[in-house]
């Protein structure tokens, strides 16, 4: 029988939209590490938030940061060689995104162009950070903290000038996507499907038969979707989902960690 390696988005979809709550999902969570399914991250969070969650929901599965960014495994997770490009802390790093200081003398150089005005983490003091995406000044400081993108949270995301500036970006090798809340700026070769697949073939090696299960509830989710043998799109608040066109992409009716914890309860009966 094929292992089942799960796959997931969090904001909105394993933790709450609004209040970043994973209370919903915390004893799905537990049940499914308990029959050994590895549940891997795949965010749009930095390495510095995910920690704080896998520490919370006892996850010592590799995560894949930053949109697709960089895959951290944990050293000795799989007991074969493979190929990354640096070790950080406890983990072997297989990057795929452009560096933080990179990114960000570009997305400076083409505001300078275009005239655009918005801002990202790195233009904000803490406070105004934590004033905007609402959180704690603790969890404000984990999201800054970078190492691959950079996401506009205040600003111009919408006029002509914002458009120059994505075409400017994307001169540069850099892309600009929507994610639940914000635009995140990260390197073109940043995928959650690309990341997802690299990890994928080292699960294969370990294990041989997988099932790979993909869960998402926005646009940047859709590359991770379209790459997994099975994708469950969790609705937004609204009780509706983000509009995509993938073959065999199964709709659950639940909104974010309701409908996280329907798609994913019927493997604990296998």
Not at 58 to 73: D, L, M, Q, R, Y
Not at 80 to 88: G, L, V
Not at 104 to 120: D, H, L, Y
Not at 147 to 155: F, L, M, P, R
């Amino acid at each position: 029988m094929a292992k089942p390696i799960i796959f997931t988005d969090l904001d909105g979809t394993l933790i709450d939209f609004k209040t970043y709550s994973f209370e919903r999902t915390k004893d799905t969570v537990e049940k499914l590490t308990q029959k050994g399914i590895p549940i891997v991250f795949c965010s749009s969070k930095t390495r510095v938030e995910q920690a704080y969650y896998r520490k919370a929901l006892k996850n010592e599965h590799p995560f894949i940061t930053e949109n697709g960014s960089a895959i951290f495994v944990p050293s000795g997770y799989f007991n074969f060689d493979f190929d990354y490009q640096k070790e950080i802390e406890n983990y072997k790093v297989i990057e795929l995104g452009v560096d933080y200081k990179t990114i960000r003398k570009t997305i400076e150089s083409a505001r300078e162009k275009t005239k655009v005005a918005n801002f990202g983490y790195a233009d904000l003091d803490l406070e105004e950070i934590s004033s905007i995406i609402k959180l704690a000044p603790e969890a404000a400081k984990r999201a800054s903290t970078r190492d691959y993108t950079e996401t506009i949270i205040k600003g111009d995301v919408t006029s002509p000038a914002f458009e120059e500036f994505k075409e400017e970006l994307l001169q540069n090798n850099l892309i600009c996507v929507s994610g639940g809340k914000y635009h995140t700026v990260m390197g073109k070769q940043s995928d959650k499907g690309k990341a997802v697949e690299k990890l994928a073939s080292l699960y294969r090696k370990a294990f041989g038969e997988v099932l790979t299960i993909g869960l998402g509830d926005s646009a940047n989710d859709q590359p991770l979707l379209k790459v997994v043998d099975q994708g469950y799109l969790v609705q937004k608040p609204g009780n509706y989902w983000e509009d995509m066109d993938i073959d065999g992409l199964n709709k659950i009716n639940g909104i974010g960690p309701e409908g996280w914890v329907l798609a994913t309860s019927p493997l604990l009966v296998k």
